[in-house]
């Protein structure tokens, strides 16, 4: 099982910017998918989860300007991000928790490799 998260790049504040995450491999179910970032103290805050119902969790900072969904049969979950803000510089990395085939109902959380947010003018 891999996640491969796309959709980093540079954007002026103000701008938007869409990240993807995509699970593939062999895949039974995946419960909860979200977004960390990589903040200053090098500790990762969670910016955005949702679970396998639609409904979604945000961090204080990012909401009413951050939206997250999913596309289960893609097993893709999308990060869109409006009004962006030089604070929301990161790298950011996305996660879900699945259950491989075969291993149903073992969940285990999977990560995918970071990508770089910049929001500068």
């Known amino acids: 099982v891999q996640l491969q998260a796309s959709g980093g790049g540079l954007v002026q504040p103000g701008g938007y910017l869409r990240l993807s995450c995509a699970a593939s491999g062999s895949i039974h179910s995946i419960h909860a998918m979200g977004w960390y970032r990589r903040v200053p103290d090098n500790t990762r805050e969670l910016v955005a989860s949702?679970?396998?119902?639609?409904?979604?969790n945000y961090a204080d900072s990012v909401k009413g300007r951050f939206t997250i969904s999913r596309d289960n049969p893609k097993n893709t979950n999308y990060l869109q991000m409006n009004s962006l803000k030089p604070e929301d510089s990161a790298v950011y990395y996305c996660?879900?928790?699945?259950?491989?085939?075969?291993?149903?109902?073992?969940?285990?959380?999977?990560w995918g490799q970071g990508t770089l947010v910049t929001v500068s003018s």
């Open positions: 996660n879900a928790a699945i259950a491989r085939s075969g291993d149903y109902p073992n969940f285990r959380v999977y």
């Open positions: 949702i679970a396998s119902d639609g409904s979604a």
